[in-house]
């Protein structure tokens, strides 16, 4: 079993910066592949970014490639979202989750989910 708590959220502005935590714990985190997903109010969760925890290989989706940078602290057991160049549609509730296997873009392939950090981008 994985426990995920996220921190970090907050107001920025357009153009701005923020950056996320996620504070793993449980057995052979290096199993895992961990992502950052998003919803907004009235849309479906979306997939932001994932990270193999035992290669670092990465996966981005377009509108935040080259603006969110995703990385691990392993001693700290702790995966980081920093979002620079932030835009309004930024603003959403972003999740951080554990996969075993499955498709790292697909939320419903993810096993263990944190309760959620708010991110708000005003203008």
């Known amino acids: 079993q994985v426990q995920l708590v996220e921190s970090g959220g907050g107001l920025a502005q357009a153009g701005g910066s923020l950056r996320l935590s996620c504070a793993a714990s449980g057995r052979t985190l290096s199993d895992y592949t961990m992502g950052w997903f998003r919803q907004a109010p009235g849309k479906e969760r979306e997939f932001v970014v994932a990270i193999r925890w035992s290669s670092g290989r990465t996966y981005y989706t377009d509108s935040v490639k080259g603006r969110f940078t995703i990385s691990i602290n392993y001693p700290k057991n702790t995966i980081y979202l920093q979002m620079n160049s932030l835009k309004l549609e930024d603003t959403a509730v972003y999740y951080c989750?554990?996969?075993?296997?499955?498709?790292?873009?697909?939320?419903?392939?993810?096993?263990?989910w944190g309760q959620g950090t708010q991110v708000t981008v005003s203008s």
């Open positions: 989750a554990a996969l075993v296997r499955g498709s790292w873009s697909d939320p419903k392939s993810y096993d263990y």
